[in-house]
């Protein structure tokens, strides 16, 4: 049998009961080859050559087959990219060498003498370096032997690191195999884990809707991510890795740095693109601006340059003192933190609603940007950190990262300003304000304006009520022009409105005009999702519309019996009672309900239930929900989900480690989904 995955794409593959051990071996092997090497033309070479259909095919026949040859199993399988198993802690690891840092400075004088003494040792007159960013981000190691995954470690002391196989196997930038090229017969790598700043973002915003601390910065979030002892935690999340150094090699050799990083790629291991050679300190230093601008620009951090001799055989001799070697520098670039003065403390209204502090600062440049406010997060940080009007600060921006006040220097004058507190009030809109873990939000959820954009746009969003063509463009025009403050506005609009918009024509008006009119009669969970309340995401609302049927129901409520629901817990019972009873809110829905807009109770919509009549069981670990979770979804949308296989089963979904479930569900010929194909079907 000879099968090549990486270009014969087979859409049907041989009955796996028939294959013989040896038949599975191969197949297993090409297979993993191949999803490797497609990894590989997506991650580092930016090419993906089949689609992800395609893709997903090869790793499901891999996941089946090590299901139905459990000996074929492997530490180094790409199945083990969707995580494995949790750990109780982190294992030492040494490493295969002591991974070096490196000496750096910020000072230009410094690096004029690391150049100098260069030459002064090497005796050469001119020698080539390779310039390289610096990036901020968690120095790992990686070993392969024979070009397969063995393990990869925290730097740690630079002796000893933490194993953090696992996690590491869950990037998609990490190869668990290694290009076939030449490949040497052991490598160890050392190499950056970070996280990119837009993934940054999305995380921290993620963090502080559930209530959580954001991460400070890029770094700290991928450091704290990256040593999860979870390793389904880690997996999915916005990693990746850039490889730039050999920490040892068995098996081949290189002579230049330069030709190292050449090689790089074509494993498989991904290097920067930035990776420059250069001869003089005045390169470097052109080197150096041109980063230290480009730096805003990328969507990683980097906190300097590093320059690095090329030739090894140069290196060598040099060695290394006190754990840096002598033959690299790190020429970091200016501070990007000043000392400033608080000229006010503000509060901010975000577009959920959460009330953030913010410092108004004597304007200051920063790294060539003129910085006037800086975060404060929330009120137990400026307790935390005691500031007050008058005080001199020390302010950060790292990235495009907003900027932060971090510290306090010294407290000038005399008296003292008062202690900061929040306000009782929402400064925008003069409703009350509740707190909810360490962030205050405005109570007025639908009639704030801080909040009308944000609100209205994901009212209309797809999976909520879904009104094409409502998008936040249109709806800031429609703020700004004071035609619209509340979800409940939308529906006084007319064609005419429209038209006074920008880009609108009488087809799109009338086209917008309908689709408005057309959402008024609105399931009750989708409904419950549109309201934006706080904690209640679409799986919530689901689970709440099915318990309640109506939307009157779940209003008179007690948060007790809200709190009885299944996967619904006090955080969550709480936020729900809160929002039903703030006036402005009950306002804005007494006014959807005179627009004529019709919340439709579950029961009356039961023909619409795309899963009505479905039986479901499911067998194994679902990646993304727990049980409980997949079962409410499909009960949700009107099917039933029940535990065991009999003719009368509809559905058999599979997770990881499928039980005899999975045997009897093909003995009554059932069909058989993997959470991906389950997921299509939730969104029908
Ligand atoms: S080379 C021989 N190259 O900086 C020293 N390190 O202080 C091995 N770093 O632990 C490192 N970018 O985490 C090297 N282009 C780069 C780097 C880099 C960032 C980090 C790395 C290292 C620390 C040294």
């Given at each position: 049998m000879e099968i090549d995955f990486k270009r014969n794409l087979l859409s049907t593959f041989q009955d796996k009961e028939k294959l013989t051990p040896e038949e599975a071996h191969e197949e297993v092997e090409a297979l993993r080859d191949a999803i490797e090497y497609h990894n590989y033309l997506y991650y580092v070479k930016n090419q993906p050559a089949i689609s992800d259909a395609a893709y997903d095919r090869l790793f499901q026949r891999l996941r089946e087959l090590e299901e139905a040859?459990?000996?074929?199993?492997?530490?180094?399988?790409?199945?083990?990219r969707v995580g494995a198993p949790p750990l109780e802690k982190l294992r030492k690891m040494k490493h295969t060498a002591p991974m070096l840092s490196l000496n750096a400075s910020r000072d230009e004088e410094e690096v004029k003498r690391f150049d100098e003494f260069i030459h002064r040792s090497t005796g050469m007159q001119k020698v080539i370096y390779v310039v390289e960013p610096k990036f901020d981000g968690l120095s790992v190691e990686i070993v392969y032997k024979d070009g397969v995954f063995q393990y990869g470690a925290t730097r740690g002391d630079g002796e000893t690191g933490e194993d953090i196989s696992e996690n590491l196997k869950t990037i998609g930038t990490v190869p668990l195999r290694l290009q076939k090229d030449d490949i040497p017969s052991f490598i160890s790598v050392h190499g950056e884990v970070f996280m990119s700043k837009k993934g940054f973002f999305q995380i921290n915003k993620d963090r502080i809707e559930k209530g959580e601390k954001p991460f400070a910065n890029p770094r700290n979030a991928a450091a704290g991510i990256v040593r999860l002892l979870d390793p389904k935690k880690v997996a999915g999340k916005p990693l990746s890795i850039v490889f730039y150094e050999i920490i040892r090699i068995e098996g081949k050799k290189f002579t230049s740095h330069w030709e190292t990083l050449k090689k790089f790629p074509q494993w498989g291991l991904r290097t920067d693109l930035h990776n420059e050679r250069c001869t003089s300190f005045k390169e470097m230093k052109k080197y150096h601006e041109k980063l230290s601008s480009l730096r805003y620009d990328l969507d990683y951090e980097i906190d300097g340059i590093v320059v690095k001799l090329d030739d090894y055989k140069l290196r060598a001799a040099l060695g290394t003192r006190q754990r840096s070697p002598r033959w690299a520098f790190a020429w970091k670039f200016p501070p990007q933190e000043e000392i400033t003065t608080v000229e006010d403390i503000v509060i901010q209204v975000g577009r959920t609603g959460i009330l953030t502090p913010v410092a108004l600062l004597q304007p200051v440049d920063v790294g060539g940007v003129t910085i006037s406010r800086a975060t404060l997060h929330n009120e137990e940080e400026v307790f935390r950190k005691d500031i007050r009007v008058g005080d001199t600060v020390k302010v950060v921006r790292a990235g495009d990262v907003i900027p932060e006040v971090?510290?306090?220097i010294e407290r000038t004058g005399k008296r003292k300003a008062e202690r900061f507190s929040m306000p009782e009030k929402c400064p925008v809109c003069g409703s009350g304000v509740y707190k909810e873990g360490a962030y205050y939000f405005c109570t007025a959820d639908l009639s704030c304006p801080a909040q009308q954009v944000g609100r209205i746009v994901h009212y209309a969003s797809r999976r909520a009520v879904n009104i094409d063509g409502l998008g936040e463009k249109t709806v800031k025009q429609l703020v700004e022009k004071d035609m619209?403050?509340?979800?409940?506005?939308?529906?006084?609009?007319s064609v005419e409105d429209f038209l006074t918009l920008e880009g609108f024509a009488e087809k799109l008006a009338k086209k917008l005009y309908r689709a408005i009119q057309s959402s008024k009669k609105i399931r009750l969970d989708r409904f419950l999702f549109a309201l934006g309340v706080h904690h209640v995401g679409e799986h919530v609302a689901q689970v709440l519309a099915q318990k309640y049927r109506s939307l009157n129901a779940l209003w008179n409520a007690s948060q007790e019996d809200v709190e009885k629901t299944e996967g619904v817990g006090p955080e969550i019972a709480r936020s729900i009672r809160h929002f039903f009873e703030q006036k402005e809110n009950v306002r804005v829905l007494e006014q959807l309900r005179k627009a004529g807009v019709e919340v439709l109770d579950m029961p009356a919509f039961e023909k619409g239930l795309p899963l009505k009549g479905k039986t479901f069981v499911f067998t194994g670990t679902l990646e993304k929900y727990t049980r409980d979770e997949a079962e409410r979804k499909v009960e949700a949308l009107g099917g039933e989900a029940v535990s065991s296989v009999s003719g009368k089963t509809d559905f058999l979904v599979t997770g990881e480690n499928p039980g005899s479930k999975l045997k009897d569900a093909r003995k009554h010929g059932i069909k058989i989904l993997d959470e991906k194909e389950f997921e299509e079907l939730l969104k029908k």
């Open positions: 040859f459990p000996e074929l199993q492997s530490a180094a399988s790409p199945t083990r971090i510290e306090r619209v403050h509340t979800i409940a506005d939308l529906y006084r609009l």
